[in-house]
Every structure is written in C-alpha cells, then in structure tokens.
C-alpha cells in the first residue's frame, strides 16, 4: 500500500521535472535568447535615440516575454504526455492540483525568473530610465508566475491534440492582454512621475487568482486529456 | 478466498461504438484475470477503467467492496497500473527513473543495485533511458513490480518487447504476487504459461454492429 504523504508526491515530482529540464537546457536557454535577441535588434531598427528607445523599453521588454513565454509553452505537458508519466500522475493518491501547482513552480523556476534576473539587462539595452528599472523587475516578478500558469492551463487543454501549437497561442493570447496593460501602465507611471501603486496592486490580485484557479484548470484538463 | 475486486454491469462506448455491455466478474485474492480479445476490442478501456483513468457508461467497479467512486485515493493506494505508455523519462538514467519512481510509489528502497540487478539493468544504470532498447526501457518500467506491495496490479501487455528470460521472470514476480494475496488483471497476446485454477479467462470480442 501506498502510504506516501501529497509532500512526498509533490517534492519527487518537482525533482523530476527538475532534473528532466536540466537535461535539456536548450529549452531553458532558447526563450530567454529570443527576448535577449528582440531586444538587441529593437534599438538596430528604430534608431538608438534616447528618447524613443526610453519609450518603447517597457513595451518591448514585455511583449519579448509574453512571446518567449508562448515558444515553449507546447512543451510543458506533452512528454509527459507521451511517455505516460502524465497519467501516472493522475493516478497518483494526490490532489491533482496540488501536483498541477508543483509542475507549474518548476515551470516559474526555469523560464519566469531568469527573465526577471535578465530585465536589468534588457533595460540597460533599451536605455530605460534607471528609476523604473525596479518597477520593471517587479512587474516581472509578479506578472511571469502568471504567465506559467497561465500557459500550463492551455498546454494541458492541448496536449493531447497533437500539433496544439496555434491554437495554444490563440487561447493563451488574449489572456496575456490584461497583463501586459497593467504591467505597462505600472512602469509608465513610475516615468511620469506618478506611483504605481495601484496598477502594481491590481497585478497582484490578478496573480493571486491565476494562482488559485489555475492548478484547478490544469487538473480538469490533464483528466480529459488522458482519457 | 476474499474477492479483491469485482466489476458491476461494466459497459463503455468509445467514439459512438459499444466495447462491451453488461460485463460482471469477480477477481478474488491468489488470482489472475486474463482478458483476451482482438485489437480493438476494448482490453485497454477496460483496464483504464479498472484503474480509474476512465468512467464507465454504466456499471461500477469495487475494491475489497468499495465503489472506485466513493474514494478514488484509497484505490490508488491499492492499486498499481502500467499500461501502455511506461511512464520512464527518457532523459534520465535506469537509476534515476527507479529512484524517482520508488518514491512515487511510497516505497524506500535499500537496495535500488539489487532491483537493477532483478531486472537486468545492472551495468546500465548510468546511461539515458532514451539510448536503452524498447525492452530495456520496459524492465525500467517493470522494476516497479519487483517492490510494489499494491493488492491489485493492472497491466496492459506487459511482455511487450521483452525477451523470453523477462518474460520468464516476470512469471515467477507474479507467482510472488498471488502466493502473498494479490490479485492481477492483465492483458497480453502471449499465452500465459499458467494452469490450474488461479487463472481466469475474460475474453471481449469485436462488437459487431
């Protein structure tokens, strides 16, 4: 009999994913090289002027990730989903969301927080202001948790699909949208002058509940995909 | 003997089409079910069922008389299924997998050399399961029998791709399993080397419509 406890379950499974993806870096290092590479050639195509570059920086930066977050978002699930493991999970005597939630972390872990670490670079790169650097590293902080699970969501829903690549970016896309408004309006904000208080609250809340109904989403949808 | 596992008026429909209907056994501690059957049949639905992945149209399944509904997590607990997929990862090493999947199962391994050592691995153990063979990688996956103390195993063709000495040791694994009052429910197109009473014979056939 299995008497292992849902901690158990969720730390070996994290270590899994872990170890898998350390296994793999290219898919770790693929996305960040594209935001890194977005950035680069924005300055090379609209000139490096201070003042538009300064303008543009947020918007760029944040469109980079919501694209970088889409390029390996089909992955997430699928070999699980090949090899079997993903009903396996299921099968385990465990809160699917629970484990949902553990995958995602790892998820956040390996492509949300080095794009954090790498904002500064990226600013620097676009000649952001330095007094909205941290607002930008903040709105990064809490906006790429989002993205995970945002994107562990539609994964799931398209995993047993196949070839779910564009309709995946389809699904997740306009879920980007609020995102990508208020994170925008927060760094704007910190330029002008004004606080950000507001729009960084309003991300907050927005994060608390992806957080809370995703993993939920993620286990209704890895039920009916290994059907 | 005590009944492990009994199936009520089990019927599925899969893509509009009937697998089976009205379908009822009784599988008690010591005992082997083989379901038989042509490809399509509906063997693997009926194990998924078994094993929780899939609902039945009607009917239910009971474990030691509990409906699989009323609590799944004490099903899980008792049950152990491989099916088709063997759920190894292809990146990471024979030991890495048993390791990992050990604990999956709630069980602290000793000797993690010894199972690798069972199951033939041993010399293996340190390169990609994805450079191992199809049967190689099916021992991987096997290994968790080799500790697993579940009542009930459910396996889908679980001599797929594996040699005549694997197959050999499998069959003495589930000798094991029964003398010590499990229960198994398996499908497979090899004929098994069983006699006697301990084997049951389930066979669905192709609904003809």
């Known amino acids: 009999m299995n008497k292992a406890s849902t901690w158990q379950f969720l730390r070996t499974i994290m270590q899994r994913d872990l170890a898998v993806a350390l296994r793999r870096r290219s898919d770790i290092i693929n996305p960040l090289l594209f935001v890194v590479i977005v950035v680069t050639l924005f300055p090379l195509a609209v000139g490096p002027g201070p003042d538009i570059l300064g303008r543009i920086a947020t918007g760029v930066i944040w469109v980079a990730?919501?694209?970088?977050?889409?390029?390996?978002?089909?992955?997430?699930?699928?070999?699980?989903?090949?090899?079997?493991?993903?009903?396996?999970l299921v099968l385990l005597p465990a809160p699917l969301p629970v484990l949902a939630l553990?995958?995602?972390?790892?998820?956040?872990?390996?492509?949300?927080?080095?794009?954090?670490?790498?904002?500064?670079?990226?600013a620097l790169l676009l000649k952001l202001p330095i007094d909205a650097w941290g607002i930008l590293m903040l709105t990064l902080l809490i906006?790429?948790?989002?993205?995970?699970?945002?994107?562990?969501?539609?994964?799931?829903?398209?995993?047993?699909?196949?070839?779910?690549?564009?309709?995946?970016?389809?699904?997740?896309?306009?879920?980007?949208?609020?995102?990508?408004?208020?994170?925008?309006a927060a760094v704007e904000s910190t330029l002008v002058g004004t606080s950000a208080y507001g729009q960084v609250l309003l991300l907050a809340g927005l994060m608390l509940l992806t957080l809370t109904l995703a993993p939920l989403a993620v286990a209704a949808a890895i039920r009916v995909s290994v059907n | 003997?005590?009944?492990?596992?009994?199936?009520?008026?089990?019927?599925?429909?899969?893509?509009?089409?009937?697998?089976?209907?009205?379908l009822s056994w009784q599988l008690a501690a010591g005992e082997i079910l083989h379901i038989e059957g042509p490809n399509g049949a509906g063997k693997s639905t009926?194990?998924?069922?078994?094993?929780?992945?899939?609902?039945?149209?009607?009917?239910?399944?009971?474990?030691?008389?509990?409906?699989?509904?009323?609590?799944?997590?004490?099903?899980?607990?008792?049950?152990?299924?491989?099916?088709?997929?063997?759920?190894?990862?292809?990146?990471?090493?024979?030991?890495?997998?048993?390791s990992l999947q050990?604990?999956?199962?709630?069980?602290?391994?000793?000797?993690?050399?010894?199972?690798?050592?069972?199951v033939g691995l041993l010399g293996l153990e340190d390169i990609p399961a994805q450079q191992l063979s199809a049967g190689q990688q099916r021992r991987i996956a096997l290994a968790r029998?080799?500790?697993?103390?579940?009542?009930?195993?459910?396996?889908?063709?679980?001599?797929?791709?594996?040699?005549?000495?694997?197959?050999?040791?499998?069959?003495?694994?589930?000798?094991?399993?029964?003398?010590?009052?499990?229960?198994?429910?398996?499908?497979?197109?090899?004929?098994?080397?069983?006699?006697?009473?301990?084997?049951?014979?389930l066979r669905i056939e192709v609904a003809d419509e």
């Open chain 1, 65 to 88: 990730a919501l694209l970088s977050a889409l390029l390996g978002s089909e992955r997430l699930f699928r070999d699980d989903f090949l090899d079997g493991s993903l009903e396996q």
């Open chain 1, 102 to 122: 553990g995958k995602i972390s790892v998820h956040w872990l390996l492509n949300g927080l080095p794009l954090v670490i790498l904002a500064p670079l990226c």
């Open chain 1, 143 to 184: 906006g790429t948790p989002m993205l995970s699970a945002m994107t562990a969501v539609g994964a799931a829903l398209t995993v047993s699909l196949g070839r779910g690549g564009a309709l995946l970016s389809l699904l997740l896309l306009p879920l980007f949208i609020p995102l990508l408004i208020f994170a925008a």
């Open chain 2, 1 to 22: 003997m005590s009944v492990v596992l009994e199936a009520q008026q089990l019927t599925s429909v899969r893509a509009g089409r009937t697998l089976f209907s009205d």
């Open chain 2, 46 to 98: 009926l194990l998924r069922i078994v094993a929780g992945l899939l609902q039945p149209l009607e009917g239910q399944v009971l474990l030691f008389g509990q409906p699989q509904r009323d609590d799944p997590e004490y099903w899980q607990r008792q049950t152990l299924f491989i099916g088709h997929k063997p759920a190894v990862k292809a990146e990471l090493t024979a030991l890495e997998n048993l």
């Open chain 2, 102 to 118: 050990s604990r999956l199962d709630g069980v602290q391994l000793d000797d993690p050399w010894l199972l690798l050592e069972t």
């Open chain 2, 145 to 201: 029998l080799f500790y697993s103390e579940a009542k009930l195993w459910i396996l889908d063709e679980p001599f797929t791709a594996l040699d005549t000495r694997g197959i050999e040791l499998l069959h003495q694994r589930f000798a094991q399993h029964l003398e010590a009052g499990g229960a198994l429910l398996l499908t497979s197109h090899q004929p098994l080397t069983w006699s006697g009473e301990r084997l049951q014979r």
